[in-house]
C-alpha cells in the first residue's frame, strides 16, 4: 500500500494556523482526508480557544507552550522566521519533522530545501525526524516552470522579474487592500498600515530590506536558494521584485539562457509535458496565464512562451508565469514534501 500522510496514524500540527498559508494547510488537511482528531492547531494568544474547521470538525487553536509537540508526527511551521527558530528545534527534540515554510533555516547546509517537482532527492540527507525548509514562494513559482527546461539544456542565466500580489504578505495585507478598495468607492481615508502607501491602483518595489548590492532580500532569496535547489552554484541570476494590488497568486516574467540549444517548439512541448504546470498560450485571442486564473489552483501557470531574441537563435526563451504563492508557493509545496516523508517512513 502506498504510504501517503492520510494513511498513517500520527498527529499532524500546524503552526501559524490562523494565517494565509495556515488557511490552505487545513483546506489540504480537509481534502487529504485527515481527520479532525489527528490535527493540532497553534497560533498566537491572541487567537486560544478560537476554533477553526477541519473537514468540518471544529478544532481549537491552542498557543505554544514547552511540551506541546509531544506525540505529534510532523508540525508545518507558517508563523514566521522567529517563531520557527524558536520551536523548531524544540519540535524535533519531540521526535516530530517539521516542515518550515519560512526563511529561518532554509541556507543551512545541513537542512534541504526542497521543492518536490524539482529535488525530492535532497530529503535523503535526512536520517530521521529533522527540519525541511520550504523556498521562497518566488522561487517555487520560478523554478517548477524553469526546471524541466534546465534538465533538458541547462540554465547558464536566468533573468527574473515578478508581479507579487497581496496574499504573500500575509492575511493582513488581503484585508488591507480590500478596505483599501472599500475606502476608495466611499471617498474615505485608506488604512495604510501594512506597507505605509496606498496599494490600490499603485505598484512598488517588494517590502522586504534592500542590501548593500541594491538588491531586496526577495531578489536575493530567488538567486541563492534556486543554486542550492539546483546544486548549481555557477548559474547567475538576477531579479527585481515587484508588488502588485493583486489579492492573491504571483506572476513572473522569466528570461532563461541555455547552455545548450532548445528551440521554442521543443520548449513548449517539455513544460506542456513537465509536472505542476499548466500551459496557457493561446496567441490568437491574447490568453495568457493571469492571476485570476492561477488563484486557489495547484498548477503554476506558464505562457508567453517564445525565442529570446536578444540571444543567438535557441540560447534562450522568455516566458510568462502565474502561480498562487499561497497555495504551490507555500503550502502545498510543504504538504508534497510531508507526503513525501511519509513514504520514506516505516510506521
Ligand atoms: N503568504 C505567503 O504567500 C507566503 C509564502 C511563502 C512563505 N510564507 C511564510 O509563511 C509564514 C506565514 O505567512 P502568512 O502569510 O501565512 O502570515 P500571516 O497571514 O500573517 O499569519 C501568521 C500566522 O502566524 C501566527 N503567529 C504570530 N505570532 C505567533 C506566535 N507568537 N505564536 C504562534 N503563532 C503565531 C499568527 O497567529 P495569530 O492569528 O494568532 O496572530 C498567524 O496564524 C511566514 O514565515 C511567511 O514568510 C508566506
Known amino acids: 500500500m502506498k504510504k501517503t500522510l492520510a494513511s ?8 501559524g494556523a490562523t494565517g494565509a498559508v495556515g488557511a490552505e494547510f487545513i483546506d489540504l488537511l480537509g481534502l487529504n482526508g485527515i481527520s479532525a482528531d489527528r490535527v493540532r492547531l497553534f497560533a498566537s494568544e491572541r487567537s486560544v480557544g478560537k476554533a477553526i474547521l477541519v473537514g468540518g470538525q471544529p478544532v481549537m487553536v491552542e498557543s505554544l507552550k514547552p511540551d506541546c509537540f509531544r506525540g505529534i508526527g510532523i508540525v508545518f511551521f507558517s508563523a514566521g522566521k522567529g517563531i520557527a527558530k524558536a520551536w523548531a528545534p524544540q519540535a524535533i527534540e519531540a521526535g516530530a ?74 492575511a493582513a495585507a488581503m484585508r488591507e487592500l480590500e478596505s483599501q478598495a472599500q475606502a476608495f468607492v466611499e471617498k474615505s481615508p485608506m488604512r495604510t498600515e501594512i506597507f505605509g502607501r496606498q496599494y490600490l491602483f499603485n505598484c512598488f518595489s517588494h517590502n522586504s530590506a534592500i542590501g548593500p548590492e541594491g538588491y531586496n532580500e526577495e531578489e536575493s532569496k530567488l538567486l541563492y536558494e534556486t543554486r542550492k535547489i539546483w546544486s548549481d552554484a555557477s548559474v547567475r541570476i538576477t531579479a527585481t521584485c515587484i508588488r502588485v494590488p493583486v489579492l492573491r497568486a504571483h506572476c513572473e516574467a522569466i528570461g532563461l539562457e541555455f547552455e545548450t540549444p532548445l528551440s521554442q517548439a521543443r520548449a513548449r512541448e517539455i513544460l506542456g509535458a513537465a ?20 488563484a486557489g ?51
Open 97 to 170: 519533522w517539521v516542515v518550515d515554510n519560512s526563511s529561518a533555516f532554509r541556507m543551512e547546509s545541513a537542512v534541504p530545501l526542497i521543492i518536490p517537482e524539482v529535488n525530492p532527492d535532497a530529503l535523503d540527507q535526512c536520517k530521521g525526524p529533522s527540519i525541511v525548509a520550504v523556498p521562497n514562494c518566488s522561487t517555487i513559482v520560478a523554478l517548477v516552470a524553469a526546471t524541466p527546461l534546465h534538465r533538458v539544456a541547462k540554465v547558464r542565466r536566468m533573468t527574473v522579474a515578478t508581479y507579487q500580489a497581496a496574499s504573500g504578505a500575509g
Open 8 to 15: 498513517k496514524k500520527f498527529v499532524v500540527a500546524v503552526v
Open 275 to 294: 509536472e505542476g504546470l499548466e500551459v496557457v498560450d493561446d496567441r490568437i485571442n491574447n490568453r495568457f496565464p493571469e492571476p485570476l486564473h492561477a
Open 297 to 347: 489552483r495547484d498548477p503554476v501557470l506558464v505562457g508567453r512562451i517564445r525565442a529570446d531574441w536578444s540571444l543567438p537563435p535557441g540560447m534562450g526563451i522568455q516566458m510568462f508565469v502565474a502561480g498562487d504563492q499561497i497555495r504551490i508557493g507555500a503550502a502545498l509545496t510543504g504538504w508534497r514534501i510531508a507526503e513525501l516523508i511519509a513514504a520514506r517512513m516505516t510506521h
